[in-house]
T-cell receptor, first 114, second 115 residues
Framework: KAGVTQTPRYLIKTRGQQVTLSCSPI?????VSWYQQTPGQGLQFLFE???????NKGNFPGRFSGRQFSNSRSEMNVSTLELGDSALYLC?????????????FGPGTRLTVT | QQQVKQSPQSLIVQKGGISIINCAYE??????FPWYQQFPGKGPALLIA?????SEKKEGRFTISFNKSAKQFSLHIMDSQPGDSATYFC??????????????FGKGTKLSVIP
């Protein structure tokens, strides 16, 4: 099975711009979660989508949004970029939550805001 | 109550030695504790996981020890190899409502295994 894929792998944007990142989960996985990874804060949960519905959200401002399509592919959008948004954005997919919760991560999108 | 505290931040171990990484949590709602391994330029990969009704789980050279009363768990890497050099994250899962389960991660330990 192909793993989780994320595009693009690298992005450089300017403050004030907006950006859209894409994630394709493992085939058959219906849950997609997004995380922000920075050296100072580690991995922080952004949101989770399941069957096109956001069912959980972390503590991030409204500039961070996402959506999921009927084929489970997901996108996240960051509007009005700030320097502090520079990070590795990781997407993870899983079959669904449950007693075990194996999440499979993609390689991430490295976003640099200048 | 949502935090998972991980130590040390960095660790240097000789080849063949034992690497030990510790994590502690406060929220008793956590019910699943995975460890992830991340190499530079890659996403985290699930290494091994444990549920709180088990005190130890071993998979090859990797062992999780779990102390429910102390709310602590640790990863032991036996016979550490240079190829184990990576960043390790502990995590804890809890039910967050609406059918969703959320992972909370420790801040990571950068392990370097020197020949």
């Amino acid at each position: 099975k192909a793993g989780v894929t994320q595009t693009p792998r690298y992005l450089i944007k300017t403050r004030g711009q907006q950006v859209t990142l894409s994630c394709s989960p493992i085939s058959g996985h219906r849950s997609v979660s997004w995380y922000q990874q920075t050296p100072g804060q580690g991995l922080q949960f952004l949101f989770e989508y399941f069957s096109e519905t956001q069912r959980n959200k972390g503590n991030f401002p409204g500039r961070f949004s996402g959506r999921q399509f009927s084929n489970s592919r997901s996108e996240m959008n960051v509007s009005t970029l700030e320097l502090g948004d520079s990070a590795l954005y990781l997407c993870a997919s899983s079959l669904a939550g449950g007693r075990s919760y194996e999440q499979y991560f993609g390689p991430g999108t490295r976003l640099t805001v200048t | 109550q949502q935090q998972v505290k991980q130590s040390p931040q960095s660790l240097i171990v000789q080849k063949g030695g034992i690497s030990i990484i510790n994590c502690a949590y406060e929220n008793t709602a956590f019910d699943y504790f995975p460890w992830y391994q991340q190499f530079p330029g890659k996403g985290p990969a699930l290494l091994i996981a444990i549920r709180p009704d088990v005190s130890e789980k071993k998979e090859g050279r990797f062992t999780i020890s779990f102390n429910k009363s102390a709310k602590q768990f640790s990863l032991h890497i036996m016979d550490s190899q240079p190829g184990d050099s990576a960043t390790y994250f502990c995590a804890a899962k809890r039910y967050s409502g609406a059918g969703s389960y959320q992972l909370t991660f420790g801040k990571g330990t950068k392990l370097s295994v020197i020949p």
